[in-house]
């Protein structure tokens, strides 16, 4: 069965540098999204992306965030300059079809630790 | 205000017995999915059930089913003959088709299934 993959499955930065979190989203799907979950807390929608651009983004997603699909497969999370509080675990999610309807498929995650 | 309210932080349950978790929501939004997921321990969000706001039938998937109340603005997810393996935190999530593509999450329930 399909799934959403994502890399790296854990990452430690120092504050202040740059990560990017790479996922590879169902390959027949059209709408990929990013989600956070601060540790012990609920699930926070990022952004969603279409068509390759941002088609909606939270008020979480601010300047240092961007989003990119670089190629036809890999969609990617880049934090330009990270903050403890970016430490969380971050979710890819990719869907098929647009509308209330349609299951986002969730990748594994990656676990982002900010020292 | 809160949108996905799950008023169970953590919920026991005996092994083979069946389980109901609670989940409630806001919306003024006629058109919504209503979604439940299942995050083990090791972190990955797993799709379980789906519910439209048009269904006139409650939603199930094998051992899963969802007691859709739409005038209560409930859909709690019953969990039939728990098997140790249910042990995991469980998620309700809204999308609603006139705010946007993007998952709303309520702050989960932990569920531990006993031998």
């Known amino acids: 069965e399909p799934e959403v993959t994502q890399t790296p499955s854990h990452q430690v930065t120092q504050m202040g540098q740059e990560v990017i979190l790479r996922c590879v989203p169902i390959?027949?799907?059209?709408?990929f999204y990013w989600y956070r979950q601060i540790l012990g807390q609920k699930v926070e929608f990022l952004v969603s992306?279409?068509?390759?651009?941002?088609?909606?983004k939270s008020e979480i997603f601010d300047d240092q965030f961007s989003v990119e699909r670089p190629d036809g497969s890999n969609f990617t999370l880049k934090i330009r300059s990270t903050k403890l509080e970016d430490s969380a675990m971050y979710f890819c999610a990719s869907s098929e079809l647009r509308g209330q309807k349609e299951t986002q498929y969730f990748g594994p995650g990656t676990r982002l630790l900010v020292l | 205000a809160q949108k996905i309210t799950q008023t169970q932080p953590g919920m026991f349950v005996q092994e083979k017995e069946a389980v109901t978790l609670d989940c409630t929501y806001d919306t003024s939004d006629p058109s919504y999915g209503l979604f439940w997921y299942k995050q083990p321990s090791s972190g990955e969000m797993i799709f379980l059930i789906y519910?439209?706001?048009?269904?006139?039938q409650n939603a199930t998937e094998g051992r899963y089913s969802l007691n859709f109340q739409k005038a209560r603005k409930s859909a709690n997810l019953v969990i039939s003959a728990s098997q140790l393996g249910d042990s995991a935190m469980y998620f309700c999530a809204m999308r609603e088709k006139n705010y946007g593509q993007n998952f709303v999450f309520g702050p989960g329930t932990r569920l531990s299934v006993l031998p």
């Open positions: 992306f279409y068509n390759n651009e941002i088609s909606e």
């Open positions: 390959s027949n799907h059209l709408y």
């Open positions: 519910q439209g706001s048009y269904d006139q």
